[in-house]
């Protein structure tokens, strides 16, 4: 695969589009890391906890629909190249998330949430429009949606079915993925953002999940 630096960030959009429209096929589009649930051999679920598993990773790949769409928003008006680039290359790590989870759903016998364009343009959107308060609220935005996430897979591997450990495995490298980029994001001058709007991107958050938990 080229290096994801070589495309425009309108190419960026519309591959990333493509890949969540046709994600229940699998084609156009590959991860970069090995799935860590691959190197893991045991995989003895009954059928409910089949069930269980498959609506948490459903969820998560929701959740990566959206991360993913967020990064692309923010790069497109992030004004500092650098800012721009760590953008990038964060929301490629997103795609590898979204192809694991896509990968986990389907051998657990479920699906993806069927909301996913709606996902990708709600989230891009709002990428679009924190990426135009400027860099340090940008930057802001990145880091506690982050540590948002990484509670949201914290609990998830809690939830998860004692037996089930290629997912823990997916969640466990997504939730060092995701602490990454919030450390980055503060590294970078992200400033705080006020408790109103921490509020809402929760309620947001809650309102996704919930809903890609039953669609």
């Not at 590959?30 to 069930?51: I, M, W």
């Not at 990038?88 to 479920?110: F, M, N, P, T």
């Not at 997912?167 to 970078?188: C, N, T, Y």
Request: negative net charge; hydrophobic residues 35%; charged residues 25%.
């Amino acid at each position: 695969m080229s290096n994801f630096r070589t495309y425009s960030p309108l190419d960026h959009i519309i591959m990333g589009f493509q890949a969540i429209i046709s994600a229940d096929r699998a084609v156009d589009i590959s991860p970069e890391r090995a799935n860590p649930g691959s190197f893991v051999d045991s995989d003895h679920l009954g059928e409910s906890e089949r069930k269980e598993s498959a609506t948490l990773m459903r969820v998560n790949h929701a959740g990566e629909v959206s991360a993913q769409a967020l990064y692309q928003g923010q790069a497109v008006t992030a004004r500092s190249p650098m800012v721009k680039e760590t953008l990038l290359r964060s929301a490629r790590e997103e795609i590898d998330h979204l192809k694991w989870c896509q990968q986990r759903v389907s051998e657990l016998g479920g699906h993806t949430s069927y909301l996913g364009p709606v996902w990708y343009g709600g989230s891009y959107t709002i990428g679009i429009v924190a990426g135009m308060m400027g860099d340090d609220w940008n930057l802001g935005f990145v880091a506690e949606t982050e540590r948002q996430v990484v509670r949201h897979l914290e609990s998830h591997l809690s939830r998860l079915p004692k037996n089930d450990d290629k997912s823990r495995a997916i969640l466990e490298q997504m939730r060092q993925d995701e602490g990454k980029h919030a450390s980055v994001a503060m590294e970078q001058g992200a400033k705080e953002l006020p408790e109103p709007v921490k509020g809402l991107m929760k309620l947001l958050s809650k309102v996704m999940t919930e809903t890609a938990s039953r669609i």
